[in-house]
């Protein structure tokens, strides 16, 4: 089980760190990702991170004001956000797989996504 928080609303510019806790399962055993879904649009990759913490990958969109990280000791994963800007407004959710993917499906397990608003 996945729960994502953190999001709320800020204006363009602004900053964000979401967090993703898990239970019930290895977490380590798990790249986890982060995706967003817009009103009305699919849901998009936005990073992962390896099972170690040891490689991450970013969406173009987010790459260069975007940090995943994990602590697998405490069974968290976080998404800081920067340069925050209307284009980011979407809820997020962060999602396990058991190998490195951006598709969706190929992830088994899914948080119920926090809200994340950016105002210009």
């Known amino acids: 089980q996945l729960q994502a928080s953190g999001g709320g609303s800020v204006q363009a510019g602004g900053s964000l760190r979401l967090s993703c806790e898990a239970s019930?399962?290895?977490?380590?055993?798990?790249?986890i990702g982060w995706f967003r879904q817009a009103p009305g649009k699919e849901r998009d990759f936005v990073a992962r991170i390896s099972h170690g913490g040891g490689t991450t990958y970013y969406a173009d969109s987010v790459r260069g004001r975007s940090t995943i990280s994990r602590d697998n000791a405490k069974n968290m994963v976080w998404l800081q956000m920067y340069s925050l800007n209307p284009e980011d407004t979407a809820v997020y959710f962060c999602?396990?797989?058991?190998?490195?993917?951006?598709?969706?499906?190929?992830?088994?397990?899914w948080g119920q996504g926090t809200q994340v608003t950016v105002s210009s």
């Open positions: 019930g399962h290895t977490f380590s055993n798990y790249y």
């Open positions: 999602a396990a797989a058991p190998f490195h993917s951006t598709i969706p499906r190929d992830y088994v397990y």
